[in-house]
Structure formats: C-alpha cells, structure tokens
C-alpha cells in the first residue's frame, strides 16, 4: 500500500483554461475528500464521496467545479474556466467507514497534493 | 457552525525541549473527533494524533500528547524532547461524528513549529 496518491503534482495554466486533478485513495477506502488549501491557511473542504457517491459539497465549491469517482476508486475534480483565484493546493484525502457493532472512527489520510497556479 | 482556532501563528524551541501548540474550538456537537496533523515543508499531512471526545483520557503517542479540556473546547498538543524533524505546520482538526463517521474537517490556521538545534 502505498498510500493516497494524486497527479500531477504541480500544474501551472492560463486563465480561463479548464483543469483536471486525479486522486488514487488508499485501497480499501471507500470514502474520498477533497480539500483546498491556499497559502498559510488551513485546508478547507471542498467535497467527499461515499463510494461512488458524491455525499457532501460545500459551498466553496462553485458551478466550475466538478468532482467524480467512477466506480468508487479514483477521483477526478476539474475546474472550468480557471481564474486566478483557484491558484491554491488541491488536497485529496482517504478513510475507511466502517460499519457495524463496534465503533470505529476513522481517519483521514493525505495526499501530497496538486498545487494549481492560475497566470 | 464549527470553528477552529489556533491562535500561536508561529512557535519556536530548542531540540529537546518540550513546547505546547494550543487549540480551541467551538461545536454545539456533543460527540466528535479531535486531530492533530502536521505538515512538513514537503506538504503532505500526517496524522499526528486524535482524540474521540467520549473518551476522556487524554490520547498519546511516544513524544506526542494532548490535553483535552472538553467543558473548556481546547485541546493543546505537546510535543516533548522534540526533534528537528518536528519542523513543520502543525494543523489542528475537528470532525463531527456522525453515527461513527467522522466527515469532513474542519481544520485551524495552523502553528508553524521550528525546532531550533
């Protein structure tokens, strides 16, 4: 296992150019985070799936995003018609849910990023 | 809405000394988790250490251990005979837990912690 992976690592494009970001989870994991963090401040959530189902969007996720996970194994999240305000690191990360008797928490495992800069 | 606050934008300390990140939050949440990650010049996150706030004994791994003040909201992260690989952002995190499941975070401003030698 060898951990969340994503790619590329660093992408630098124009504005009002379309972007595409991949995430490969951990394995077994079934659910799937997507974070953005700018400079010197913590990530903020963007969305997560369940599965192959997105379960949760936040409103920092505006119409030019979009987000997928065919399959419930990789994800992809695009940004259309970049500006500049999208330059940030796009952080995906991984858990496993865990159901039944016992309680389980999970955690949630990091990948090293994408960092996006908008010219 | 929950919030996070870590109010130490920058920290230092010298190797082998022990230092104190602290945290507070805000939930109306009765049961949630609590984290520490901590992000390296090299950017990725790594979990540090977590806490469920049920328990009430506080969670420690080797060097690393909280303080956890539930009726307070705070949850301070020391990090005793520290090392110059403990150089880094230090973020702390909030998750409500849903029936078991943690969701999303929600993470502070983070502490950036240099280790002095």
């Known amino acids: 296992d060898t951990g969340v992976s994503q790619d590329p690592r660093h992408k630098i494009t124009k504005r009002g150019q379309n972007v595409t970001f991949r995430c490969d989870p951990i394995?077994?994991?079934?659910?799937l985070y997507w974070y953005r963090q700018t400079l010197g401040q913590g990530p903020e959530f963007l969305t997560y799936?369940?599965?192959?189902?997105?379960?949760?969007k936040s409103r920092l996720l505006s119409d030019r995003f979009s987000a997928e996970r065919p399959k419930g194994s990789f994800s992809t999240l695009e940004i259309q018609r970049t500006e500049q305000g999208d330059s940030a690191m796009y952080l995906c990360?991984?858990?496993?849910?865990?159901?039944?008797?016992?309680?389980?928490?999970?955690?949630?495992?990091f990948g090293p990023g994408t960092r996006l800069t908008v010219l | 809405a929950q919030t996070v606050t870590q109010s130490q934008p920058e920290m230092s300390v010298q190797e082998a000394e022990t230092v104190t990140l602290s945290c507070t939050y805000d939930?109306?949440?009765?049961?949630?988790?609590l984290f520490w990650y901590k992000q390296p010049p090299s950017r990725q996150m790594i979990l540090v250490i977590r806490?469920?706030?049920?328990?009430?004994q506080n969670a420690t791994e080797n060097r690393f251990s909280v303080n956890f003040q539930k009726a307070a909201k705070s949850f301070s992260l020391k990090i005793s005979d520290s090392q110059l690989g403990d150089t880094a952002m230090y973020f702390c995190?909030?998750?409500?837990?849903?029936?078991?499941?943690?969701?999303?975070?929600?993470f502070g401003k983070g502490t950036k912690l240099s280790v002095k030698p």
């Open positions: 995190a909030f998750g409500a837990n849903y029936g078991g499941s943690q969701g999303n975070l929600i």
């Open positions: 990360a991984s858990s496993l849910e865990s159901y039944g008797q016992e309680f389980v928490p999970d955690t949630q495992y």
């Open positions: 939930t109306s949440e009765s049961n949630y988790y």
């Open positions: 806490q469920e706030a049920y328990k009430q």
């Open positions: 394995s077994e994991h079934n659910r």
């Open positions: 799936f369940q599965n192959e189902a997105q379960l949760e």
